[in-house]
């Protein structure tokens, strides 16, 4: 079932480090009226939590909504290193939600619009670690490597409407 056209469902994918929250965030101030935003950094439940916070949209989130339903999403939270409350998502407004592992097969049977951000491997880790520095370094290659097996399987910028060029989103 997809999303009606009267609550907007948009999904932005891309690697870490590629740029899609910065457009993300320029999608929601530019967006007529109010939209819910949903960061998947702050759903994953861990650094190996690409996979289950990609599920978690779905089945918690995304599936409800195309019932007509409330959804929800549960909140990490990285200094305890646990799960932390759920937040509800109202029905009625159009979601936003970005973030690596988004863009999945099932997710998108779901949303009305779907983006991915293009950028090559070395430019998205020297982005990545310029804005996360010491905190993300220790975990670049675990999540990377994450985010490969998610594209192999899922091949994400092949069902995108839309590639963007990393490249030429810039500000935070």
């Known amino acids: 079932m997809l999303a009606s056209a009267s609550r907007p469902v948009v999904l932005v ?3 870490s480090g590629s740029g899609k929250t910065t ?4 999608l929601e101030r530019r967006w007529p009226g109010k939209v819910t935003l949903l960061r998947l950094d702050d759903a994953y439940p861990g650094w190996d939590g690409l996979e289950a916070a990609s599920l978690q949209l779905h089945d918690e989130l995304l599936l409800p909504l195309s019932r007509g339903e409330a959804g929800r999403w549960r909140r990490w939270d990285w200094t305890l290193d ?4 759920w937040h509800d998502v109202d029905p009625a407004l159009p979601l936003l939600v970005e973030g690596s592992g988004a863009l999945s097969r099932a997710n998108r049977a779901l949303a009305t619009f779907a983006i991915w951000v293009e950028l090559d491997a ?3 880790k020297r ?3 310029d804005r996360d520095g010491d905190a993300y370094r220790p975990h670049w ?6 985010e490969l097996a998610f594209a192999e399987r899922e091949h994400p910028s092949e ?3 839309l590639v963007v060029d990393g490249r030429q989103i810039v500000g935070r």
Do not use: M, Y
Not at 23 to 26: G, K, R
Not at 82 to 85: D, F, N, S
Not at 141 to 146: K, N, T
């Open 13 to 15: 994918d891309g690697g």
């Open 122 to 124: 070395a430019t998205r």
């Open 159 to 161: 069902l995108a409407d």
């Open 23 to 26: 457009l993300a965030a320029s």
């Open 141 to 146: 290659d675990r999540w990377a490597a994450q």
């Open 82 to 85: 646990e799960p932390a409350e």
């Open 127 to 129: 982005r990545a670690l």
